[in-house]
């Protein structure tokens, strides 16, 4: 099993920046992949950023340039730094970990951290 637990949502002004943190724990050797998504009210989640399995990043077209993932592997921890928020980028995001397991991988969510934007 692994664990998620994020971190450093809020409330922000229009052009502001957040940092969030994602703090992995218990079988971190099993992690494939690592990433973040968000969920708006009345949308489906979506990936905003993620470390793809070969270590190469993807981001979702409206935070190219804005957004930033990185990661401290001493520390277990991800991060999305995030620049020039607009009232669009209000959300919930998730971590997310895709784990290795027997069988097909599986999807590790965090519980989630509100990001409000306003204008």
């Known amino acids: 099993q692994v664990q998620l637990v994020e971190s450093g949502g809020g409330l922000v002004q229009t052009g502001g920046s957040l940092r969030l943190s994602c703090a992995a724990s218990?079988?971190?050797?099993?992690?494939?992949?690592m990433g973040w998504y968000r969920q708006a009210p009345g949308s489906q989640r979506e990936l905003v950023a993620a470390f793809t399995r070969s270590g190469s990043t993807d981001y979702a077209d409206s935070v190219k340039g804005r957004f930033t993932i990185s990661r401290d592997n001493a520390k277990n921890t991800l991060y999305l730094q995030m620049n020039s928020l607009k009232p669009e980028d209000t959300a919930v995001y998730y971590c997310?970990?895709?784990?290795?397991?027997?069988?097909?991988?599986?999807?590790?969510w965090g519980q989630g951290t509100q990001v409000t934007v306003s204008s």
């Open positions: 997310n970990a895709r784990v290795a397991v027997p069988g097909p991988d599986v999807d590790s």
């Open positions: 218990g079988r971190i050797f099993s992690i494939k992949a």
